[in-house]
């Protein structure tokens, strides 16, 4: 199954036997991974399989209860954490962003707090980041005056704005509108296509056929197996790996 | 009997109570958001012995009368060598009661703010403080604007429980008032008509003020 080249430098993130316990049960029980730099992973599995909290925990939302996660060579602990956090950004599903604060606001005070940066140039970096994912008009509405694309538009901004080298995205579609879907996946699509190293949970399957390098199939909390995208969607040899693609099929053929 | 009159005697003579009455209640409700911070954050903490002094506290306030408070604060204390004048002792009595109600006033606000919203804040790497804040003190506030406008009228009108240990505030002087005109009806009504118009303002001014601080967009969670 391995027919990807392997690359030459350090991968971005490795992760080494990652358990993590959340209120006695497993979420994540043994998650040995390694993303390389300018590699889209698609993470796919059934809910409840431990997708989100693998993303969480490559941020320290969640702590590890065992195993290592490097992210650039250097470990991630407790102290390394509000260091790593600047690698890397996290989009969630919903509720991203401040309620209280404009459109502008929500992008230009993380810069401002966590790059130091002066107000009014944190504002003109927000405003050019929020003009690339077409919120040009929107920048003085607040979140919840704007519809589940935008919003989600906005988030990515944010997201953005920090140049990030690793960008997280958890379902970033998944509680929007059919409609508003589109727009927002156009927007990752382009961001892909920077050398953006990005690890995704969707079930969007044209999205993750779009953009995947690698697919990571999971399943209670362990992943099942990894593989190209043409190995991993096309010819999928996992048995669980085949019920699971097709169960997705058919959902979307009902909608 | 001699004739009274209503409206140069009675009326400043009760109005006179009204700064001991706001006082008692302002007061009691200042040193109820401290301990309700303290005890709300304590109730929510994940350390057993906080969380259990916290649950102790407020349950122990919540299950018992507010009179039976006050007489304890009173006439209990000095027997552990601590006499507070009646002010004070109204004021203490007040502030512990009201402390247990806005603990859980604290805690369903930072509950109301979505887990995403905070684990968005911390991703973005901004720090614990400046998570608390900038983004849980403006949302929680705002979600508990009108809890704390309800917990603080019900202060000025409970803070006539005071009277029982001979504050002059606004019930005791009606009391007064009843005493030498033997006119209930009448004394009572003008003594339930300040209190009116103190809670009544008050509930206008929170009125206003969550009407400026609104989210554009939001509805608040109930």
């Known amino acids: ?255 | 009997m001699p004739e009274i009159d209503f409206l140069t005697s009675i009326v400043p003579y009760l109005l006179q109570g009204v700064p001991l009455t706001i006082q008692i209640s302002v007061a009691g409700f200042a040193l109820g958001f401290l301990l309700g911070l303290l005890f709300g954050l304590g109730r929510m903490s994940d350390d057993r012995v906080l969380n259990l002094i916290s649950s102790v506290y407020v349950e122990a306030i919540r299950g018992t009368p507010l009179l039976v408070q006050i007489l304890l604060v009173y006439f209990g204390l000095p027997s552990f060598g601590i006499s507070l004048d009646p002010i004070t002792a109204g004021i203490v009595a007040v502030g512990f009661n009201s402390g247990a109600y806005q603990a859980e006033i604290v805690r369903s606000g930072i509950q109301s703010i979505p887990k995403e919203n905070l684990e968005s804040a911390e991703s973005l790497g901004l720090t614990s403080f400046q998570i608390g804040y900038h983004i849980i003190l403006p949302l929680a506030l705002r979600n508990v604007l009108p809890s704390l406008t309800n917990e603080l009228v019900t202060l000025v009108k409970e803070s006539s429980l005071v009277s029982v240990i001979g504050v002059a505030e606004l019930t005791r002087r009606g009391e007064y008032v009843m005493a030498w005109t033997f006119l209930p009806l009448e004394v009572y009504l003008l003594v339930a008509a300040i209190y009116f118009a103190i809670c009544f303002t008050l509930s206008r001014a929170s009125a206003s003020m969550e009407k400026k601080l609104s989210i554009p967009g939001y509805i608040r969670k109930r």
């Open chain 1, 1 to 255: 199954m391995n027919q990807i080249l392997p690359p030459p430098e350090r991968p971005m993130i490795v992760i080494e036997d990652l358990h993590v316990t959340y209120g006695g049960a497993e979420a994540l029980c043994g998650i040995d991974l390694e993303i390389h730099k300018n590699e889209k992973a698609v993470i796919i599995g059934p809910s409840g399989s431990g997708k989100s909290t693998l993303l969480k925990s490559l941020l320290y939302l969640v702590k590890p209860s065992k195993g290592r996660i490097f992210i650039e060579g250097s470990e991630l602990t407790e102290k390394t954490a509000s260091l790593v956090r600047q690698e890397l950004a996290l989009v969630f599903q919903s509720y991203t962003l401040f309620p209280h604060m404009t459109v502008l606001r929500n992008v230009a005070f993380p810069i401002e707090k966590v790059k130091k940066a002066p107000r009014d140039q944190a504002e003109d970096m927000a405003r050019e980041t929020l003009d690339s994912v077409g919120l040009t008009d929107k920048i003085s509405r607040y979140p919840l005056e704007l519809s589940g694309g935008q919003r989600q538009r906005a988030a990515i901004a944010r997201a953005l704005a920090l140049k990030p080298k690793i960008l997280l995205l958890d379902e970033p579609t998944s509680a929007l509108d059919p409609e508003f879907a589109g727009e927002v996946l156009d927007i990752l699509k382009e961001i892909a296509r920077t050398g953006m190293t990005m690890l995704i949970v969707t079930h969007e399957m044209d999205f993750a056929e779009d953009v995947a390098t690698i697919v990571v199939f999971m399943e209670g909390g362990k992943i099942m197996e990894v593989g190209s995208k043409e190995d991993m969607l096309h010819h999928p040899s996992n048995q669980r790996l085949r019920k699971f693609l097709e169960r997705i099929i058919k959902r979307k053929e009902i909608t």
